[in-house]
C-alpha cells in the first residue's frame, strides 16, 4: 500500500473531500469503493462518479481538486484524462477519483472488474460515506 504523503489526513478523510468535491458539481451516481480488504488493491479507495458532458465531467474534477486542497493543502500525486474529458482519474495516493463521462462509465464498469471491493452508493443528500 502506498503511503499518503500529508499524515495529517486520514485516507477516509480524503474520500470525504473528494465525495464533497463531487457534490458540489451535481456528479451523479457517486459510488466509493472500499478495495482496503481487496488483495493487491493499489489504494484504499476508489471514488466513482458520472457527469453527462465535457464542461461538467471537467468542473467536477476541479471542484474535487479544490474542496481537496482547500480541506488539506493537498495536491494529486497524478492525474489523467484532463484533455480529453472522458475519464479524468485523480490520484492522491491512498484515495483515486475517477470522473466518468457516463457511456465511458459503463464502458470500462470498474465496478464489475474490483467486483471484490465493499460498494457503497452514496445517496444524493449524503455529506459523506459512511466509514
Not at 451523479?28 to 465531467?57: E, H, P
Not at 474534477?61 to 480541506?71: G, L, R
Not at 457516463?102 to 443528500?125: S, T
Given at each position: 500500500?502506498?503511503?499518503?504523503?500529508?499524515?495529517?489526513?486520514?485516507?477516509?478523510?480524503?474520500?470525504?473531500?473528494?465525495?464533497?468535491?463531487?457534490?458540489?458539481k451535481?456528479?451523479?451516481?457517486?459510488?466509493?469503493?472500499?478495495?482496503?480488504?481487496?488483495?493487491n488493491?493499489?489504494?484504499?479507495?476508489?471514488?466513482?462518479?458520472?457527469?453527462?458532458?465535457?464542461?461538467?465531467?471537467?468542473a467536477?474534477?476541479?471542484?474535487?481538486?479544490?474542496?481537496?486542497y482547500?480541506?488539506?493543502k493537498?495536491?494529486p500525486?497524478?492525474?489523467?484524462g484532463?484533455?480529453n474529458?472522458?475519464?479524468?482519474?485523480?490520484?492522491?495516493?491512498?484515495?483515486?477519483?475517477?470522473?466518468?463521462?457516463?457511456d465511458?462509465?459503463?464502458?470500462?464498469?470498474?465496478?464489475?472488474?474490483?467486483?471484490?471491493a465493499?460498494?457503497?452508493?452514496?445517496?444524493?443528500?449524503?455529506?459523506?460515506?459512511a466509514?
Amino acid at each position: 500500500m502506498r503511503i499518503n504523503n500529508n499524515k495529517e489526513f486520514t485516507a477516509e478523510q480524503i474520500r470525504d473531500f473528494v465525495v464533497r468535491g463531487m457534490q458540489e458539481k451535481k456528479a451523479q451516481d457517486i459510488v466509493v469503493m472500499d478495495l482496503r480488504n481487496v488483495k493487491n488493491a493499489i489504494c484504499d479507495y476508489f471514488v466513482i462518479c458520472s457527469g453527462n458532458s465535457d464542461t461538467q465531467i471537467d468542473a467536477i474534477s476541479t471542484s474535487i481538486e479544490e474542496e481537496v486542497y482547500k480541506a488539506s493543502k493537498q495536491d494529486p500525486w497524478h492525474k489523467e484524462g484532463k484533455m480529453n474529458r472522458e475519464w479524468i482519474l485523480l490520484d492522491y495516493v491512498d484515495v483515486v477519483a475517477h470522473v466518468f463521462k457516463k457511456d465511458r462509465r459503463a464502458f470500462y464498469d470498474l465496478e464489475q472488474l474490483w467486483g471484490d471491493a465493499e460498494i457503497h452508493l452514496v445517496e444524493d443528500n449524503e455529506l459523506t460515506p459512511a466509514s
